[in-house]
């Protein structure tokens, strides 16, 4: 029986750029196939919201309240809205959606003020040096 040992392979630097591009490409292609499925998914989840809200006007309604306003308290900045979308959430025009993104800036001023307060304050001033 014969055995052999290699030892010190020394790959050449063009063809080890050549395995490299292969191996980015066989990457890239997962990467893509990957998006593929997630796409599909995605697509597929959409349909069956769409097939439940189809027969339910108010919980698509109260989806659509509910998306504004986690948008608007996440981010507490601009949030552009169709106007019939506005319309058929009955918000009165722009004085309700006004109103709307102001108690959500008031809730997240609160909440901050709150984060603000030292560790242990319960709103009362320490008391006097000496005082008993």
């Known amino acids: 029986m014969i055995s052999v040992e290699v030892k010190d392979v020394l790959i050449p630097p063009a063809l080890e750029n050549a395995m490299s591009m292969q191996a980015q490409a066989d990457r890239e292609r997962q990467a893509r196939v990957i998006l593929g499925d997630s796409e599909r998914l995605v697509a597929e989840s959409f349909g069956e919201a769409a097939r439940t809200y189809i027969g339910n006007p108010v919980a698509l309604h109260l989806r659509a309240m509910n998306m504004l306003y986690e ?10 809205v169709p106007s019939s979308a506005v319309e058929s959430m009955d918000l009165g025009d722009l004085s309700g959606m006004t109103a709307l993104t102001m108690g959500i800036a008031e809730q997240q001023s609160k909440a901050a003020a709150e984060l603000d307060k030292p560790a242990g304050s319960n709103g009362t001033k ?6 008993a």
């Open 71 to 80: 948008g608007l308290k996440a981010n507490s900045s601009i949030v552009i």
């Open 126 to 131: 320490p008391a006097a040096a000496g005082a």
